[in-house]
């Protein structure tokens, strides 16, 4: 079978095709820019590619519940020229079954289908980047519930050693993603992530923040994985070992599992070189064409 594989994401769309294997062919990418030219060219890529289905990974917040009039739009982006565009809804004349999901959802499908996380019941990704997402897995299905997890807005005490007075986001002014991502990076040090080199107090408040979050994901979710993506976990031979120090610090031996001993094994990074997305997307339309079959 041939699953056609959409990663949409706020800067540009990447499509292929995947095997279901792990394996991805026909990549192409082009930029997220006017939501009418954008997605005619979408269309035509897939057009000829003999595709048995389509899985989109899509950024957001979009509308996920198929009885709701505006499922599968983008809703309140702060992209402006994409919101309430219907995603969904420009594949239809494909004629093959589409599924639709965030694109975190897709990475944490694609890392517990072909990466790390592989055969991972419970797993939670983070992308930390331009933005913060989490993708949930709960006993092996993706988590949506009232709208989908917006794990970037989760919101955190700031440590005293913060130079910022408050963190980027103009929703909440201490939220993951307005102290941890790289726009809070930039704003806080002035230059971006990958210019910061090893100055220790940089990454060590970066750590402090991003384990403080995973605690709270810990007890309310009970991760069996925690798997980090995204640009600023390039960084990840600074981070991963001060994540895995302050967590363990914060956690203070509440939580004693087989996992939280072993935190080198529990707090990972992704592992399929930033192509988990693509694959997850290819995962969500091979479930949406089993869906179709039933």
């Known amino acids: 079978m041939r699953y056609g594989a959409l990663e949409a994401g706020g800067t540009k769309m990447v499509c292929a095709v995947c095997d279901g294997k792990g394996g991805i062919s026909d990549r192409f990418t082009t930029p997220t820019a006017d939501p009418k030219e954008t997605l005619r060219i979408l269309y035509d890529y ?13 950024f957001g917040p979009i509308d996920l519940h198929p009885d709701s009039p505006t499922y599968g739009h983008i809703t309140s982006t702060p992209k402006l020229r994409w919101q309430n565009v219907d995603i969904v809804g420009n594949f239809r004349a494909l004629g093959v079954p589409v ?23 419970n797993c939670v990704y983070l992308t930390i980047g331009t933005g913060f997402g989490a993708g949930v897995l709960s006993e092996g299905r993706l988590l949506h519930g009232m709208l989908h997890p917006e794990g970037g807005h989760v919101l955190l005490p700031m440590s005293p050693k913060d130079p910022m007075e408050r963190g980027i ?9 307005g102290l941890t991502s790289g726009p809070a990076l930039k704003a806080r040090w002035g230059v971006n992530a990958k210019e910061l080199g090893d100055r220790d107090e940089v990454w060590d408040l970066e750590a402090f923040y991003l384990a403080e979050a995973l605690i709270d994901y810990t007890m309310v979710l009970s991760p069996e994985m925690f798997i980090l993506g995204g640009g600023v976990m390039h960084q990840r031979e600074k981070l991963l070992p001060k994540i895995r120090a302050h967590y363990r610090e914060l956690m203070n031996g509440y939580i004693k599992t087989k996992q939280t001993a072993d935190l080198d094994h529990y707090i990972v990074a992704e592992s399929l070189n930033d192509n988990q997305g693509l694959l997850g997307a290819g995962e969500i339309g091979r479930l949406a064409y089993e869906a179709a079959q039933r």
């Open 46 to 58: 897939f057009a000829d590619k003999q595709i048995d289905c389509l899985g989109i990974a899509c």
């Open 169 to 177: 986001c103009p929703f909440h002014p201490n939220c993951a993603e």
């Open 99 to 121: 599924g639709f999901d965030t694109d975190v959802n897709g990475s944490v499908l694609g890392e517990t289908t072909f990466g790390i996380g592989r055969g991972v019941k």
